[in-house]
């Protein structure tokens, strides 16, 4: 084909694919235009749902960058451009996980950084200074799901008697466990306390070496996103784990960070994250460990990355830079002549070994062979072997010899060697040689082999309609305004199948000797009321609604206002009591996570100025507010049961 043919053709074909393309670009533009006449709130509510996923992403990507401010500013206008409910809830706790680092910009510390080096997720702890065989894999018997992004393995020390670990709940959230060894047994497994439980996930409980402290990682307690550090001391007085405390930056970051440990020496403090690295791949900080942190605010935000970034310094002489794994004997020439000469005398006793086994095998074999020329054969090995055998003897009684004089020589230093523990440790995968910390992999241990003891089923006293009736497994009344379905009264008991498969159900003797049977156990009339009419459809056309009070029968009319001066005394206010006369943007942001938008009054009690925040009915919710708003290191925070005149109010 001629060049001119070829250019020729070329283009035309160019000018194909451009037709193409304008035909294509003109036909989108004409179905834009006839749906945004058709359906202009579906398009432009699609254009907008284009548009604030982009603004998410970006105002997301500056938190991780430390830009906390910015990001807030961000999620204001996408709650501005949202409408759907649910939307906002999710831009609502976004936005607070900026705040909150935000917040924490005032107390950072800033650590003098011993060494950093990337592991994999899938073995990382293995290399953290703990004893051999103390991480033991899952799944297994205390997390028998075991399937977790970070959470890979149980601390389960040897002769351990306490255990805290983390296991999914049966909604899926991982909670700290605890349990405790009895004889062959061990206990129950049960939650720490309401502090220690999030909606979302706690993982790699560790305690300090004193036991006093327990650390551990939470996606869902106060922080600002990804896994937090947090510390719980131990209440002597109370026996209890006391509120968790959020660890604050540096050890805390907008990404996921965990497993915080102080090495027994005191010198060193240990952690993980993945703020600089690939989902894969975890980095683990060695931090000289102070018994005083200072904390200071930061404002600039080339230092706080910096800090945020955990770069190891360049000059560790000023302290120890000693390994990971406290060596047995020192890492010098000595110890590795010793090290060498060990194994070359158990190579030796081995190969002699080999030999002299083989040719008596052998030698068995010629007994029961008359095969001439497979007689012929092992005549040789034997002769082969018997010729070495005494040349390895010789090295051998030599090697034992060197041996000898260093372990000598050892001892006459006063230093005192164990040759199993000494190959051991020569033998263990050590990574970070070049550095000041080596980090040294430790062994996993074995899935543990435990007996748990079976929890005792509690007894549900939630109304319900069974196939088979249920009797309440105590008729004793609990306390307070109490409300049942009162079924029939008999001179004798009934059959099971007459009580239709009503649960919980109640019996009562009268003093005339008569069965009084009752139906479900109801705080609120409304909520025995909304259950009458199921009674009443299974044939209990009688059946009528019975009150109690403090398990003595009242008319349903007195218990109704005395239920509603009990729910009106039930309000709580919590009181807040700040360092500098105001509340922080991080406190109020604590309050407004959990507690949602509260009424806040300020007043002035003993000469200190008091925040008072409420109304809650949830006394459960209160408590949880105020582990927050206590970690946001405030003067003092409680709560306050509101009497029915000031709820009133």
Not at 182 to 193: A, E, G, Q, R
């Amino acid at each position: 084909m001629k060049k001119s043919e070829f250019l020729r053709n070329n283009f035309i074909f160019l000018q194909f694919v451009i037709s193409i393309s304008m035909m294509v670009s003109y036909l989108k533009k004409t179905i834009s235009v006839i749906a945004a006449i058709l359906f202009p709130g579906a398009v432009c509510g699609y254009l907008a749902a284009q548009d604030t996923d982009s603004l998410l992403y970006r105002a997301d990507s500056l938190r991780k960058a430390y830009l906390f401010s910015e990001s807030v500013s961000l999620y204001d206008r996408i709650l501005s451009m949202t409408e759907d409910s649910l939307s906002r809830i999710a831009v609502q706790d976004s936005k607070m996980l900026s705040e909150n680092g935000l917040g924490m910009t005032d107390f950072v510390y800033q650590p003098t950084v011993v060494a950093r080096h990337r592991f994999s997720m899938e073995d990382f702890y293995l290399y953290y200074p703990l004893e051999d065989r103390s991480w033991r894999p899952l799944p297994n018997v205390l997390d028998t799901i075991g399937k977790h992004p970070f959470y890979k393995a149980v601390y389960f020390p040897e002769n351990s008697r306490t255990l805290y670990y983390s296991a999914p709940d049966q909604d899926g959230s991982v909670n700290i466990y605890t349990t405790e060894k009895k004889d062959t047994v061990w206990s129950t497994p049960c939650l720490l306390n309401e502090y220690l439980v999030s909606s979302a996930d706690e993982i790699y409980p560790m305690l300090s070496p004193d036991g006093k402290h327990l650390y551990f990682a939470s996606s869902g307690l106060y922080g600002m996103g990804g896994y937090d550090l947090y510390v719980s001391t131990w209440n002597e007085d109370q026996k209890e784990w006391g509120p968790p405390s959020n660890m604050g930056m540096p050890f805390s970051s907008p990404y996921n960070d965990f497993l915080f440990i102080n090495t027994e020496d005191g010198k060193y403090s240990i952690f993980a994250s993945d703020r600089a690295c690939a989902g894969d791949s975890v980095d683990v900080y060695v931090l000289k460990q102070e018994s005083m942190p200072v904390r200071k605010g930061i404002n600039d935000i080339g230092q706080l990355r910096h800090v945020m970034a955990l770069d190891p310094v360049d000059d560790l002489s000023a302290f120890d830079s000693g390994k990971a794994i406290s060596q047995i004997v020192p890492d010098d020439i000595d110890t590795r002549e010793y090290t060498a000469k060990v194994e070359e005398v158990r190579t030796l006793k081995d190969s002699i070994y080999y030999y002299t086994v083989e040719s008596d095998c052998k030698k068995a074999r010629i007994e029961e062979t008359s095969d001439t020329s497979d007689i012929k054969r092992m005549r040789e090995i034997i002769s082969r072997n018997e010729s070495r055998i005494p040349v390895l003897k010789n090295a051998l009684a030599a090697a034992s010899a060197e041996l000898q004089k260093i372990e000598m020589d050892f001892l006459f230093r006063g230093i005192v060697l164990d040759p199993d523990q000494l190959m051991k440790e020569a033998d263990r995968k050590v990574e970070g040689e070049s550095s000041n910390y080596v980090f040294a992999r430790m062994v996993p241990g074995d899935v543990p082999d435990i007996v748990l003891e079976k929890p005792k089923e509690k007894f549900d006293y939630t109304f319900q309609i069974l196939p088979t009736a249920r009797f309440a497994e105590n008729n004793d009344l609990p306390d307070g305004i109490v409300y049942q379905i009162q079924l029939f009264n008999l001179n004798a008991r009934p059959e099971i199948s007459l009580l239709k498969g009503l649960s919980p159900v109640f019996e009562e003797l009268t003093p005339a000797g008569r069965y009084i049977y009752r139906a479900g156990l109801f705080r609120s009339y409304n909520d025995a009321l909304s259950h009458i009419n199921k009674v009443k459809k299974l044939g209990f056309r009688t059946a009528f609604i019975a009150a109690f009070h403090d398990g003595e029968a009242i008319p349903v009319n007195k218990a109704r206002g005395l239920e509603k001066q009990y729910r009106e005394s039930s309000l709580y206010q919590i009181y807040v009591v700040p360092f500098d006369d105001r509340l922080s943007e991080l406190t109020i942001s604590a309050i407004e996570q959990l507690g949602g938008k509260k009424d806040i009054a300020r007043t002035v009690k003993d000469g200190k100025t008091v925040y008072i925040i409420g109304n809650f009915d949830d006394k459960s919710l209160v408590d949880r507010v105020i582990v927050a708003v206590k970690a946001t290191d405030v003067a003092d925070v409680y709560s306050v049961r509101l009497g029915p005149d000031e709820a009133k109010r």
